[in-house]
């Protein structure tokens, strides 16, 4: 499943002017029908459009606001559906990890190993997650300068793990904004990696007083233009069928019947290019 994303991705055999590719699906893994609803959907979009896929779910989340948030639906059961997934759709699968034991875990199901941005400098969970001999995908910390990736690249490649991108995801702009500065991707592919512009998580509107985070979900087409315009290899976008009734990350995410579209309209500004 990853190895054609490998060959696509991380040897950089895509064409001059060829497609992104999309880092795709629900925030956390809510149920399994869900799960196979959106990465169906989703993988026959990109098969039409000829868009690189990876499944994106978290199999729990460990970063919420509130100790009544909803976090998974049990570990081992969620990375079983996620495997699964992959099975049904031939497509690789990304979740993320926050402690070495997770890496470990998730390193047997999941093709790549995603870093939350809050977790960046965090040694031995990149070394871990580098060891599995997966794919990693490193969030660039809300905290951190682009050039200041470069050391969260160098502790993956320590190991021999080539497999390393990274994601830029907007920067702390005050106490409930995010900023994004799109050179930053440009300064991280100066590193040898392929670039991921989060184009959802840097519409959200952290720390709000109410103890959910907040979302500018109606910016998503301009910002995921922009990422294109600016050179990004990847984007990553959270979808849900009712982004108001999802679990995690309402606010800022794409109606999944709106994705289709929005790709074709990225694809036109990719050839542009």
């Known amino acids: ?30 149920d399994e029908n869900m799960g196979f609803r959106i990465a169906g959907e989703i993988a026959e979009i990109t098969e039409k459009l000829g868009i690189p896929y990876i499944f994106k779910a978290s199999y729990k989340k460990a970063n919420r606001s509130k100790l009544d948030s909803f976090t998974g639906i049990g570990d081992e059961k969620a990375l079983q559906v996620l495997g699964n997934i992959g099975k049904q759709f031939n497509i690789p699968v990304l979740t993320d990890v926050h402690s070495e034991a997770e890496a470990e875990m998730a390193g047997k199901t999941a093709d790549v190993l995603q870093i939350p941005a809050f977790l960046c400098r965090q040694t031995d969970l990149l070394l ?4 599995t001999g997966k794919a990693v995908n490193i969030k660039k910390g809300q905290f951190l300068s682009p050039g200041a990736m470069r050391f969260a690249i160098e502790k993956v490649r320590s190991t021999g793990n080539n497999m390393v991108m990274v994601t830029e995801r907007g920067s702390t702009f005050g106490y409930g904004d995010l900023v994004v500065d799109f050179r930053g991707i440009l300064q991280m592919q100066a590193f040898g990696v392929p670039v991921i512009y989060d184009v959802t998580h840097s519409l959200q509107r952290p720390n709000q007083d109410g103890g959910v985070t907040g979302g500018l979900p109606h910016l998503i087409e301009t910002m995921a233009k922009a990422g294109i315009a600016a050179g990004a290899d990847g984007l990553f976008i959270e979808t849900h069928p009712e982004p108001e009734k999802a679990k995690s990350d309402g606010a800022n995410m794409l109606r999944l019947d709106k994705l289709e579209k929005l790709l074709e309209k990225l694809l036109a500004i990719r050839r542009a290019l």
């Open 1 to 30: 499943m990853i190895n054609d994303v490998v060959s696509r991705v991380f040897l950089n055999k895509r064409k001059p002017g060829g497609p992104f590719f999309l880092v795709g699906g629900p925030c956390v893994l809510e």
């Open 128 to 131: 871990a997650a580098a060891r």
